[in-house]
């Protein structure tokens, strides 16, 4: 409806639609009214067509009503354009729909398909055996020749059915039969059906809860459960594998103390482990707020690192959610948590999630089995370790190690941010010396990594040798960096010297198209503090077990399979966490059939399902040591090598135009805004500074005072 005015025709085309056009505002007489505010300027486009007189609408249904009229949040109705000015139209209410919804639609039977047609979960020996007798009993008490048997009742037991039969031809009708097998309990009353909660086992290990799962099934033509029944199972199962978890836990740890005794040493000789705690927030400061925490449960595990096979020995769960007391908190009763009965927190929503506190309990419930822990591997960011130092497990002194990728991690962030010259590093512009900054600090990284193991390998980790060594080593490969493989093939481990060096064979450097670093002899020094902090006396201490956290972020990945981080599972969380634990420690189709035993509902033996939760757990053995073989592990990096050069190669042809920089179009506050105008207003006062006459002496000084009409000043009598 919109017209553009345009050229000489502007103002008799304004004038005219305001006569003609259907669109416009509602309620302004033109006797007196001049447009626009004479102060400030109209938010109305003046293109924008003017309607004078406002028109009576058909009564619409509610469909049409909801799409034409917006509520303000003064709660009047309008009928708004984009600008939101209001059109001529004048609505009267809405009358009901006149057609059912697609989902009212479906209400009504389908006369060609009938009931019959949706899907039911039954037990294929429990059906038959149900037909069978029925088709005997029907034989039994009737004469009727030809029985034509049909459902005649049923009754949902979550996803299993009871069922009974009538005929058609003659009055017979079946009792009831239970199409399902039921967990054997000993008690009366009814029991439950085994399919139903051994759902919740195979639900715990994957991101979908009870409304998900609703979902799914709706969409197959099957009959959902009720969303309370699954809920109230999955509480139940929770509960169960989460003991269940718990003992073998208890267990592992009194196994190894089996195995030191096996090793010939004490029974509590100390063992080392790696701790790590996930927090189920993707940003762990709170945006919103005051700068809190915004995570609301932190699970922390602890690796055994006794053996070859990585095994959680202990974890901690710390859960701030609790929607029995939220929901009573609503109701206006005065409940805190976690002081209530039946609370799933355990930590107060005020108080931080803390590391220390979680290192601590892992560290009492070793303590509780009397194991010894001697060297803990945790990150840089917390004190876990400290937790597990002042649990005291069995009265041993507990030292911390670093874990090596962390420590990787934090060489390459200082790296970035070193006083390394601009110009150390070339490249055309300043983008493309960051660029190779960034090379240079992923070289180093993996620089020193490589020779880490290197040399590890070679003194067999004898600490004394590698630290008598490594100088060499350090001051080696900072000549090769300056451009010297002299002393490369002698001392610098990774580097051969000749034509095949470092830089020819790193992923980093020529592959990349970064050919030298220009470095100062103060550029070599801050270079080789940073060397330092990975291979220097201090750092080869602390990484001395050679203990990472690897595994524990690979636990952590596997937790957000069972508790997904947009996902608050504030009642469940134990029981999915334990599931996970119990996965990781006995791989997939193992711990299935553990936890279904648990809760005494397995599958059926010598069947197809067992066949497949066989392949299940061979496919996870199989993952799990192919990612480990030399070959597949140099596949790994010669891959990664060639997207290196192929991004670098695509970035030299693409736009700068199109690339994604957070809030580069938002608007700087004004005082951080750098206009052109102002740099060169500031340009020009400091070049006038620099010319600037010397400032006046102090005679001229004392003078120019002294000649103040103020005879009191303070300055005057000192002057
Ligand atoms: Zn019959
Ligand atoms: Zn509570
Ligand atoms: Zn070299």
Redesign the pocket.
Known sequence: MTETANNENNETSKLSNRKTSPVGRMCKSSRGFQQGHPYFESTHDETTETQHSSVWMPRLDREHFSRVVQETSGGLLTVPDADGISGSSKILRPRPNRGLTLTESYLQPDENRGLSSEMRLLNVEKNAQMWNECYVEHAEQNMCPSPQFQIYQEQQVGLCWKESLKCVNCDYHSPMYKLYSEIETGRCGQRAATTNVALHIGLQDTTTGTTKFRHILTAMDTPPPSHTGLQRTANKVASLTAQATMDDLRMRRQRSKETNTLRGLPEDAPINISVDVRYNSTNLKNTYSCGGQNASQAVGTAFSWQTDQREIIAFQLDNKL?????S?RSKGLN??????I????NVPATEPLSEYKIGKHIGESLARDDVAIKYVATDGDALASRGIQDAKPAGMQTQRQSDTTHLSQTQFRHIMKASFPAMMFPGENAARRTENRRLFAEDVKTRCQMVYTSVHMLHNSDETAIARRMPDVIQATLNCYSGSCASCRRHAIVCRGGRRNWWHTSLHLKACGLTRVNMTDSDRSTLQGLIEMRLGHVALHMTRRRLTTNPNESANRAFSASLPKNVKFSRNALGRVCSVIDRLNYGAGESMLRKLENVQCPITKGGKVARAVKRMQQDVMYQRSYARQPAVRQHRRATKSQRMKDYFEAKQHRSTLDVYRKRQLDRTPASQTVTAATATSVRTVRRRRRHAPPPPNDTEHSYSLRSRKSADHPYASKL
């Open positions: 609790c929607k029995l007391g939220s009573l409940v805190t948590c976690p002081a209530h039946g609370c799933t927190a």
